[in-house]
């Protein structure tokens, strides 16, 4: 049994889904690990993971417009607000979404299923650089 | 230190959730691993997984009555509609439920309290066969 | 490869965030793994975990607001309402936060961001002793 670790860096522009699928699909093939267990992991409170369909476009742009109407940036019912009218919402948002992903390896390949790819989803607009720890183990 | 992977499948026949509980146990019992983490994983963004109540089924209702009614099929909102009125609340509910789950295995058990089941969360109402990927580690 | 298993209880007084940073540190320091995997795991169908900023208590007033607005109490829509109105909101709120999560341990330290702790969330108002397993695995 082997285990790799990894950091990443995902640059964002605005409030969007990052596809990180390659990047990771990268670092388990370089691990050489066979069989085992990768685990995406997003070091920030308003930032996080998700994994969504990446054939359509739409569905990443209709994702994002359901969390902006459902956590809407400036809600008056929010009592933090000095770092931004979008800062609260993307707390929330990040804990309506995932900060960790665990993905089984099998047969030297994750296992996402077709339309499977794996996002950073931004919740902030302004610019930032995002870090994700990147975790396998196996043999 | 071992592991063990296997692909189960479950048959939905509309918008519910489906109990896996039992399937998820008897793999980890076959693994024969005593202390560990097992790990369940959904190929799909149109399902997902949870862990609730599996006492009571007007829970179960419930939670399904209450993510029909925040993400309502056919919604106004959504661009991407040419898979059906269910399709992009399927990728919706996905975000907001989990693509993966983690228990601990601990004295040849997993480690789910009292009330806690499994299950397989079909945001379909077309029927469909559901990949979900089972990964033990441990010894 | 190593691993540790522990059970860790948290006492709760009402709805809210409760911090668990601290004993998920000592824990993972106390295993000794240098580099690897922390698993944290909820036995609860009404309580569950999250990982958010721990500077600002605003941002946890803020996050508990947010989810009472969005699953009410007393909510006519639930059919399951004998163990009290905060019980299926309780269910909803576990089924849209998470139950497990995952961060890896690099050169003997949680890779949290610099403002990210671990909380068990609360959602019930009675007092509770709420149980969190914690599995580490690693070398």
């Known amino acids: 049994m082997r285990q790799e670790l990894k950091e990443i860096l995902v640059t964002t522009a605005d409030q969007?889904?990052?596809e990180i699928t390659?990047?990771?699909?990268?670092?388990?093939?370089?691990?050489?690990i066979t069989n085992g267990l990768l685990t995406a992991y997003c070091r920030h409170t308003s930032a996080s993971l998700v994994i969504q369909e990446n054939a359509d476009p739409d569905?990443?742009?209709d994702l994002l417009a359901f969390f902006r109407r459902l956590v809407p940036d400036g809600d008056p019912l929010f009592v933090h607000t000095?770092?931004?009218?979008?800062?609260?919402?993307?707390?929330?948002k990040t804990?309506?979404?995932q900060t960790s992903l665990a993905i089984p390896i099998v047969d030297g390949r994750l296992a996402l299923g077709t339309w499977?790819?794996?996002?950073?989803?931004e919740h902030r607009k302004q610019p930032h650089i995002r870090k994700i720890v990147l975790h396998v183990i196996g043999a």
Chains 1, 2, 3 share one sequence.
């Open 22 to 32: 390659e990047s990771v699909r990268a670092f388990t093939k370089s691990s050489s």
């Open 116 to 121: 499977q790819g794996i996002f950073l989803f």
């Open 95 to 97: 804990a309506l979404t």
């Open 16 to 18: 969007g889904l990052y």
């Open 59 to 61: 569905v990443q742009r």
């Open 82 to 92: 000095m770092e931004g009218a979008d800062d609260m919402p993307a707390h929330v």
